[in-house]
């Protein structure tokens, strides 16, 4: 499918800085790689391309005590992130040379990724090699196409690192990624954030936007650009804590739960019994046909996707058998190449198939997955479940058992305080003392917190206040404050009145509902994440012709979600009871929320429902509408997005990660509203690495006796 949108013209934006610091420097070059920027660089830059601009050698940054570089080079560059011990290996290295008389003639030079911290140029300084080197370049490889419609920055530590360690470099990376993805397709004409550091990533962007604008360091100035898209709306992790946290049922999210995914490839090192035709190094995107069919399906229908493909090949190729004249001949021979890779990706994804079917028919993943369908409907969320306790007692991987406790605490609004101390001691016995750290983590976080330490106003539901000028430092009572109220909300209202978890459909009929649409992705759950998407969109959620029981084929009127909110908070100041209430909403679910006219479209009050859900989920709002012209006329952001007839663009920013199920999610949303969602996220993550992410172990230290 082509789309209105072409990530590759960032990659060639990337591609293009990289080769012209490389062509500063005198042929021929040796370059040496920190070994973590190797796959991060190569999946924008190959190698052939580099011998082509004077790259003769390629070496790995090690610290070995008599390593030179080669004698033939004239040009010496580092590349590597702002590590002191990877500068203190590159100026060892530097140092050998200049002993052994190696590096005369030789320039040495230092490309930053994203860029070369105090400390570090501090570290050279203080060991006199800092004038060693020619020059020290920063290169800012921020966000990185991984698809047609992904850009990540692949930081799965994000999250912890801007919760837990007060770090705040990865949010200014994502906003320089943000803001070189303007200057190639023009500003985002609204901005929306949810969350406080998408607020804080928010109000980042509009500074250094407002800043190069004052500066005029571009050629263009970004108000000129012809804008692609129609809103950027940013996403804080903590917003919805709970999505990464569930198991992934789609090909893709399996693919990543078993072998992982990392820069768009997936490596099946050692792993037995697979198709002699997969390569340890798979790339997975939409240049594959066959995956970018598979990628977003549930699995259970992988394998009637397979078979339709096994027959189709099947068919082709006893119609190329029967061919006779010259003509069908020549057309035969000229869609063999096609013919062959066809089969070729069958036969791989087949047998990638076959390895995942074993994965999820172990009684280990099916009774993990009635755990967490247990938890999602609230059933024994508020005592000991016994398959943490099996687990647990078996010495399952602490990942999993953790991940368990963190969504039995999510859904049920934390955990009583005898039942939490149960689990804690019950892991601490089992899995060592080395595990209070992340115990401890999870608690700060409030991922796995004790329901009687929250008071009520941090369960309430925040009202959505205007942003203050200033840009308010995130730190973990805030991000722990915004969980638990989600959590605590989730238990008592989100569940039901977002309509999160769906029942399975009755009849053929359902199957049509946008609901269960989205509800296939995850059997039964939409993440809270693609619901505020969806309030957050807006008016870029143009319904589809004769879609089944829409408001405008209905002679019934269907109230606002601000009407249908003031009727629930009336009424539950009453005698009326919650699920009564409850079930007065619209059996459709969020997509019924809005008013229609007869053409299908979204009235203005549809706004008003939108901000309903926004303040119904707790956690900041924040929107700025983006000015194209200096005269501060935001009627002309307006007037240019009602006059385009081209379907919609809405970019979609995670900051703390993001799932390939909730990936999964967007792009069916996408298709169910016909606009094109592009994603950005800080990282790609998986129910393991974000557990993993918040762990803090402490390793034990033999004692030695005098």
């Excluded at 909730?662 to 998986?686: F, H, K, W």
Aim: aromatic fraction near 6%; include cysteine; proline fraction near 5%.
């Amino acid at each position: 499918m082509s789309r209105l949108l072409d990530p590759t013209d960032l990659k060639e934006s990337y591609q293009n800085e990289f080769l012209g610091y490389i062509d500063l420097f005198p042929s021929p070059k040796a370059l040496y790689w920190e070994q973590c920027l190797l796959a991060r660089i190569g999946s924008i830059i190959s190698h052939t391309t580099l011998k082509e601009h004077g790259v003769s050698n390629s070496f790995l940054l090690e610290n070995e005590g008599d390593t030179l570089t080669p004698p033939d080079c004239k040009s010496v560059v580092f590349i590597l992130t702002p590590n002191v011990k990877v500068i203190d290996c590159t100026q060892a290295l530097v140092c050998r040379d200049d002993r052994n008389r190696s590096g005369s003639g030789k320039e040495y030079h230092i490309i930053a990724v994203p860029s070369l911290s105090y400390a570090c140029k501090n570290f050279l300084k203080e060991k006199g090699v800092l004038k060693k080197f020619s020059s020290i370049r920063e290169f800012p490889l921020t966000i990185l196409p991984l698809d047609s419609d992904v850009l990540s920055m692949e930081d799965a530590d994000c999250f912890v690192k801007y919760n837990l360690y007060h770090r705040q470099q990865e949010a200014y990376q994502l906003v320089q990624g943000l803001m070189r993805f303007q200057s190639l397709f023009g500003l985002f004409p609204v901005i929306r954030a949810k969350g406080d550091k998408a607020k804080e990533v928010a109000k980042m962007l509009l500074r250094m936007r407002q800043e190069a604008d004052l500066s005029k360091s571009s050629v263009t100035p970004l108000a000129e650009l012809e804008s692609q898209t129609d809103m950027l709306i940013l996403l804080d992790r903590s917003v919805d804590p709970l999505t990464p946290l569930m198991c992934q049922l789609t090909y893709e999210g399996l693919i990543s739960e078993k072998w992982g995914i990392q820069y768009g490839v997936c490596r099946f090192d050692g792993e037995v019994g697979l198709s002699q035709k997969i390569s340890k190094r798979l790339p997975l995107n939409s240049k594959d046909e066959l995956f970018g069919e598979l990628r977003d399906q549930n699995f259970v229908s992988v394998g009637s996707i397979l078979g339709r493909h096994s027959k189709e090949i099947s068919a082709r190729i006893n119609e190329s058998r029967s061919a006779a004249d010259l003509s069908d001949l020549r057309l035969v021979v000229s869609k063999l190449p096609e013919l062959r890779n066809c089969r070729t990706a069958l036969e791989i994804h087949t047998s990638i198939a076959e390895k995942l079917q074993k994965f999820v028919s172990q009684d280990e993943f099916m009774q993990s997955l009635a755990a967490q369908q247990s938890f999602l409907e609230g059933l024994e969320t508020d005592k000991a479940h016994p398959y943490i306790e099996d687990c647990i007692f078996r010495m399952a991987p602490i990942d999993e058992v953790l991940r368990l406790l963190c969504l039995q605490s999510f859904c049920n609004g934390g955990l009583r305080q005898r039942l939490l101390e149960y689990y804690k001691r019950e892991v601490l016995q089992v899995y060592g003392f080395e595990h209070i750290f992340t115990l401890d983590n999870l608690d700060r976080i409030g991922l796995l917190y004790d329901s009687s330490t929250i008071s009520s106003s941090e369960g309430a539901v925040p009202r959505v206040s205007p942003a203050p000028n200033s840009i308010n430092k995130q730190n973990p009572i805030s991000t722990r404050r915004t969980v638990t109220a989600v959590s605590s909300m989730f238990h008592r209202t989100l569940r039901r009145s977002l309509r999160l978890v769906v029942p399975p459909p009755s009849s053929a009929l359902d199957l049509s509902d946008s609901d269960q649409q989205l509800a296939q992705i995850y059997s039964g759950y939409i993440p809270l994440s693609v619901r505020l998407v969806q309030a957050m969109a807006g008016g870029c959620l143009h319904r589809i012709p004769g879609e089944i029981n829409s408001p405008a084929s209905t002679s019934t009127p269907i109230p606002t979600a601000l009407a249908l909110g003031k009727r629930l908070v009336s009424k539950l100041n009453g005698n009326t009871g919650t699920n009564t209430i409850l079930g007065q909403f619209p059996v459709l679910g969020i997509q019924n929320l809005q008013s229609t006219n007869m053409a299908g479209l979204p009235l203005p009050s549809s706004q008003d429902g939108g901000n309903f859900i926004l303040s119904l989920v707790p956690g900041v709002h924040f929107e700025q509408t983006q000015v194209f012209s200096e005269n501060g006329d935001d009627n002309k952001t307006k007037d240019l997005l009602k006059k385009r007839s081209r379907i919609q663009v809405v970019v979609v920013a995670f900051i703390g990660g993001v799932t390939h199920a909730e990936i999964s999610s967007l792009r069916r949303l996408a298709t169910i509203y016909d606009m094109e969602i592009i994603v950005i996220t800080t990282g790609i993550i998986n129910a393991r690495t974000f557990i993993r992410s918040l762990s803090q172990d402490m390793s034990p230290v033999a004692l030695t006796v005098m």
